[in-house]
T-cell receptor, first 114, second 112 residues
Framework: DVKVTQSSRYLVKRTGEKVFLECVQDMDHENMFWYRQDPGLGLRLIYFSYDVKMKEKGDIPEGYSVSREKKERFSLILESASTNQTSMYLCASRVGGDSGNTIYFGEGSWLTVV | KNEVEQSPQNLTAQEGEFITINCSYSVGISALHWLQQHPGGGIVSLFM???GKKKHGRLIATINIQEKHSSLHITASHPRDSAVYIC??????????????FGTGTSLTVIP
């Protein structure tokens, strides 16, 4: 089974802190994603990476950056956390190219910024 | 503009009832997913469809490609079916690398 692992399930951070959310997948997938999920808004794409060191902005990249130094790991960085970044963050991965119809999700990371 | 629309947003049912959740999409797709999310966050895929109908236990998913519409049915609903159900499509015809679009989800509560 594909496994997408998010390192932290629950975090509480202070306004202005730098926050790292880590995600690792074990299926050699080319594509990895970071989403945030808020009530009534569904899943919104923050950033997408289609290969090592390659990234693309999603719908809501402001206030976030990402790093993909190794194929299996995709990190989401909040340079200076703010209270409006309190949310649930989901990492996902899929095979790249035409065959990648299935997307696999991690368990989610609940971030509270106080 | 939402490429994927789901209805209803919220649904409460009595145990044993037949439940239908609907999904309409506006883009060309290669696949449609029905996803389930329990409280606590993790999302699992229930079905992947590109045509026709699939059945797994008490769950049935159908898709009509011409009408760009899919339904998820739950027969003999049970409290353990309480979850958020999300419709997602993969559209390889977009110019971005993302290609996945999600509905906002249907929150189902089944009362004993």
């Amino acid at each position: 089974d594909v496994k997408v692992t998010q390192s932290s399930r629950y975090l509480v951070k202070r306004t202005g802190e730098k926050v790292f959310l880590e995600c690792v997948q074990d299926m050699d997938h080319e594509n990895m994603f970071w989403y945030r999920q808020d009530p009534g808004l569904g899943l919104r794409l923050i950033y997408f990476s289609y290969d090592v060191k390659m990234k693309e902005k999603g719908d809501i990249p402001e206030g976030y950056s990402v790093s993909r130094e190794k194929k299996e790991r995709f990190s989401l960085i909040l340079e200076s956390a703010s209270t409006n970044q309190t949310s649930m963050y989901l990492c996902a991965s899929r095979v790249g190219g035409d065959s990648g119809n299935t997307i696999y999700f991690g368990e989610g990371s609940w971030l509270t910024v106080v | 503009k939402n490429e994927v629309e789901q209805s209803p947003q919220n649904l409460t049912a009595q145990e044993g009832e037949f439940i239908t959740i609907n999904c309409s999409y506006s883009v060309g797709i290669s696949a449609l997913h029905w996803l389930q999310q329990h409280p606590g966050g993790g999302i699992v895929s229930l079905f992947m469809l590109s045509s026709g109908k699939k059945k797994h236990g008490r769950l049935i998913a159908t898709i009509n490609i011409q009408e760009k519409h899919s339904s998820l049915h739950i027969t003999a609903s049970h409290p353990r079916d309480s979850a958020v159900y999300i419709c997602a499509v993969r559209s390889p015809f977009t110019n971005t690398g993302n290609q996945f679009y999600f509905g906002t989800g249907t929150s189902l509560t089944v009362i004993p």
